[in-house]
């Protein structure tokens, strides 16, 4: 079992800059990829980035592309998701998951077994 919490959430304006880390615990030598989901009210959770634990591949949601970068700290167990260029759309509850099998490319979530609790992102316009 992979316990992750999430930190970082917060309220920040348009344009402004977010970094959220999700630190791991527990069975972390069988994580084979970590993702950051996300969530607004009234709308399906949705993939915004992943990365290959054992390694340095990266994919982002193309909604994101070019403005999150997704990274990591395998001596830490700590995933981090750095937010630039924020709009009001990129509103919403962000979760990082972690998966023993299926590869980084697999972005749907039920292949994800493992999530944290959640961290509120607000962009104000």
């Known amino acids: 079992q992979v316990q992750l919490v999430e930190s970082g959430g917060g309220l920040v304006q348009f344009g402004g800059s977010l970094r959220l880390s999700c630190a791991a615990s527990?069975?972390?030598?069988?994580?084979?990829?970590m993702g950051w989901f996300r969530q607004a009210p009234g709308k399906e959770r949705e993939f915004v980035a992943s990365?290959?634990?054992?390694?340095?591949?990266?994919y982002y949601a193309d909604s994101v592309k070019g403005r999150f970068t997704i990274s990591k700290d395998n001596v830490k167990n700590t995933v981090y998701l750095q937010m630039n260029s924020l709009k009001p759309e990129d509103t919403a509850v962000y979760y990082c998951a972690a998966k023993r099998s299926g590869g980084y490319l697999d972005i749907r979530s039920n292949t994800y077994e493992s999530w944290g609790q959640g961290t509120q992102v607000t962009v104000s316009s």
């Open positions: 527990g069975r972390t030598f069988s994580i084979n990829a």
């Open positions: 990365i290959r634990w054992g390694g340095a591949s990266t």
